[in-house]
């Protein structure tokens, strides 16, 4: 009866308000550069990006440029606004790369489950050659990936304790819009649901699904341990976005008003991404601290994760490639040469 009631809920398209979010006014004649997220505009390492853009943008380019931010969905949720970034609705989005499948199977390696042992790893692969390459995928749509922008790892949460993947058999977990995240749910014999991220705390709540999966960053902000019996640390799989641009419109702009949105675009992913770890660590505490649980899992226990949710590399290696796969695994191990 609760789930009939919640699907209705959600099929209105009710969603649990975020609070309002005051707009700066652009002037007339700057060029105005949109910026469409959907996680909060403090304490997350999208939200802090943008918000740290925006301020240097709206200082160091005033009267010629003017940055507004849409944080919590409420100009689009990244399912559409990848959509809004073709069009020219909006100039700047970070989608999180699960969300991008129809547009591209290449980012589907990113989802892949136990890939990378760390954030370390990410970063070596996403600075390779390889991994810089892929931010061009996008080019037949008009947009160009102007950088990454990292989040973390993420982790399960169920309504019940999870220490070993038999511990999800039965129950809902919400994904993105990722089919690999959907076959890494139905390894560990549960059943998947894609949501947009808006609707995952009411469906948490409402039990229209059971758990979830995601990064300490949207765990902590979006509040989903609120509605949760506890998170268990499981680094099973990373969360990280693109920042993308309408290519006309980034080359509409005058050479030099461009070389100083670039600049400032480059220093502050930089600082973004140095600061993200430190982010994901803070809000991991701001969890414990508030008293609920995290449970860690022993080597044993990982490596079940790992051995039942790895074989579904398997289904999506000839769409992603596997000399890909074999880049992004080799580097894990650079760091022990
Ligand atoms: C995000 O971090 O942008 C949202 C990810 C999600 O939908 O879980």
């Not at 980012?107 to 390889?130: C, G, H, I, N, W």
């Not at 169920?158 to 977990?173: H, R, Y």
């Not at 268990?232 to 070389?259: C, G, I």
Request: hydrophobic fraction near 45%; proline fraction near 4%.
């Amino acid at each position: 009866m609760r789930r009939a009631f919640t699907a209705v809920i959600l099929a209105l398209g009710i969603v649990f308000a975020a609070p309002a979010f005051a707009q700066i006014d652009c002037k007339l004649g700057e060029v105005v550069i949109k910026f469409s997220h959907v996680v909060p505009p403090r304490g997350h390492p999208k939200g802090d990006f943008a918000r740290m853009l925006a301020e240097r943008v709206n200082t160091e380019m005033n009267g010629r440029a003017c940055m507004q931010v849409f944080p919590f969905s409420q100009l689009y949720d990244d399912e559409k606004v990848m959509e809004a970034l073709i069009l020219g609705d909006v100039q700047l989005a970070a989608p999180s790369l699960s969300k991008l499948e129809v547009y591209t199977n290449k980012y589907r390696l990113f989802d892949l489950p136990f890939l990378f042992e760390d954030m370390d790893a990410v970063q070596r692969f996403t600075a390779s050659e390889k991994g810089q390459e892929l931010l061009g995928v996008m080019s037949d749509f008009g947009v160009v990936g102007l950088g990454y922008l990292f989040d973390g790892l993420k982790h399960f949460s169920a309504d019940k304790p999870l220490l070993v993947p038999s511990d999800g058999a039965g129950l809902k977990f919400r994904v993105q819009n990722s089919d690999v995240a959907v076959a890494m749910i139905e390894a560990m014999g549960a059943s998947a649901q894609k949501l947009a991220f808006k609707e995952v705390y009411g469906a948490l709540q409402l039990g229209v699904v059971d758990g979830q999966e995601n990064s300490w960053s949207n765990i902590f902000t979006s509040r989903f341990f609120e509605v949760q019996d506890g998170i268990t640390e499981t680094n099973h799989q990373l969360l990280a976005y693109v920042v993308f641009a309408p290519k006309e419109w980034l080359e509409s702009l005058e050479p030099d008003l461009r070389e100083q949105f670039l600049t400032i675009f480059r220093e502050t992913l930089v600082k973004a991404n140095g600061q993200a770890a430190k982010t994901s660590e803070e809000n991991r505490q701001r969890i414990v601290d508030a008293g609920y649980t995290v449970r860690e899992l022993t080597p044993e226990q990982r490596q079940q994760w790992s051995d039942v949710m790895r074989p579904v590399w398997g289904e999506f290696e000839d769409e992603i490639g596997k000399d890909l796969i074999d880049a992004a695994e080799a580097a894990n191990v650079t760091k022990n040469n």
